[in-house]
């Protein structure tokens, strides 16, 4: 497990996504929910989620690549934040590379908004 951090604070417990199946399974299905999932991803679905996901659209640092992931830390730029409804498909995000998925209500809880850095350690 690693920890995202905002101004060397720690504000939640996180677990990567590292095969391509956890990255396809993402939140379907897992009781309980960790508390934020880390994923290597352009765009997200909630299709076959029986409740909202709060998901963040995060750019690493120039040059850094998604695989990035594999040696910790991470600084992440977090471009947007939205909660999205089951059923639904986001659009795909060229510049951002990771995408942080949590349950629906966390990011306010959290604090995150756009415009933050965040580091996953």
Do not use: K, N, Y
């Amino acid at each position: 497990m690693a920890r995202l951090f905002r101004d060397d604070v720690p504000i939640a417990v996180a677990e990567i996504a590292r095969t391509h199946a956890q990255r396809r399974r993402g939140l379907l299905g897992r009781d309980p929910m960790p508390e934020v999932l880390v994923m290597p991803a352009t765009s997200v679905h909630t299709i076959g989620m029986r409740s909202p996901l709060d998901v963040a659209f995060c750019r690493l640092r120039p040059g850094a690549m998604a695989d990035a992931l594999d040696a910790l830390p991470v600084e992440l730029h977090v471009d947007s934040v939205a909660t999205m409804p089951p059923g639904r498909l986001s659009r795909p995000r060229w510049r951002e590379r990771i995408v942080l998925e949590a349950p629906a209500g966390s990011w306010r809880r959290l604090d995150v908004r756009a415009g933050d850095r965040l580091v996953l350690r």
